[in-house]
């Protein structure tokens, strides 16, 4: 079988929405780190997905660590949302193992928002949601999942509340990070969502 592809990222490499928004004209390092996480993306789209995982966004740490995105680093890194996946879905010895479970079974992981929005004013990160919005819905309807899980609240939150999408969110699951109780609670939906006894 061929390759397969997400084809809205050359859209988005393209910037076909980009121009109105702060990010793309500010922050030259947040459009590199975006385009390094897509074309990372890119390698991992599975022949047919069965769960589409939607994070907020690439963490703003990737803009100096290459290590730090979710495809970059797997489930080494042990404050990352591999990291976590990892714990419930598989227990995978390393990175490429992980991966190799993970796109096997039809799962495969997008950002609502392609740029890190971490560190930015509130007005900054909801006009970078506005504009990344059309680049998600296209992506929504585009590729063929079924199920979608979102990790996250805040983004999804001002996509619900703007509307900004023609696509209905289901509650998300927490971030993994700041406290034990985020961990727990991740851990027991995802394995919920994803029917793991």
Not at 8 to 21: A, D, F, G, K, T
Not at 163 to 171: E, Q, V, W
Request: proline share 5%; charged share 30%; hydrophobic share 40%.
């Amino acid at each position: 079988m061929g390759v397969s592809m997400n084809p809205i990222i050359s859209r988005i490499l393209s910037n076909v929405y980009c121009m109105n928004c702060l990010i793309f004209k500010n922050y030259a390092d947040r459009i590199d780190a975006r385009n390094r996480t897509l074309k990372l993306n890119n390698q991992y789209v599975p022949d047919a997905i069965k769960i589409l995982f939607v994070a907020e966004s690439p963490p703003r740490a990737f803009i100096w660590d290459d290590r730090a995105y979710f495809y970059a680093s797997g489930p080494e890194r042990r404050n990352s949302i591999a990291y976590h996946m990892n714990q419930v879905l598989f227990k995978a010895k390393d990175k490429e193992e992980f991966f190799k479970k993970f796109k096997g079974n039809g799962f495969y992981l997008i950002d609502m928002v392609k740029c890190p929005l971490k560190c930015l004013s509130y007005r900054e990160r909801v006009q970078a949601i506005e504009c990344c919005a059309k680049y998600f819905n296209e992506e929504l309807h585009t590729l063929k999942f079924e199920k979608v899980i979102f990790i996250g609240k805040r983004t999804s939150k001002i996509l619900k509340k703007k509307r900004l999408l023609t696509f209905d969110i289901p509650p998300a699951l927490p971030l993994p990070f700041g406290n034990k109780k985020n961990v727990e609670n991740f851990k027991k939906e995802l394995a919920e969502k994803v029917c793991v006894h």
